[in-house]
């Protein structure tokens, strides 16, 4: 999966932006969760997605 030459600024522009946001939208949650239900559930709920996306990456394959 190659990104064309004129394109590849745009894609790591996106990228960047993503991974901005899922730290800003991720410790925007944690931190609501954890002043709503304490920090255990933040720890739960981390084991959970670790689990399914260890899941997926085993069922999907990981080609590096």
């Avoid at 960047?16 to 739960?44: D, E, H, K, N, T």
């Amino acid at each position: 999966h190659h990104v064309p030459t004129e394109q590849r600024g745009s894609a790591f522009g996106l990228i960047g932006s993503a991974r901005a946001s899922g730290w800003f939208f991720g410790s925007l949650g944690g931190g609501f969760v954890a002043s709503m239900l304490g920090l255990q559930p933040i720890f739960l709920i981390s084991a959970a997605f670790f689990v399914v996306i260890a899941g997926l990456l085993a069922l999907l394959g990981r080609k590096a």
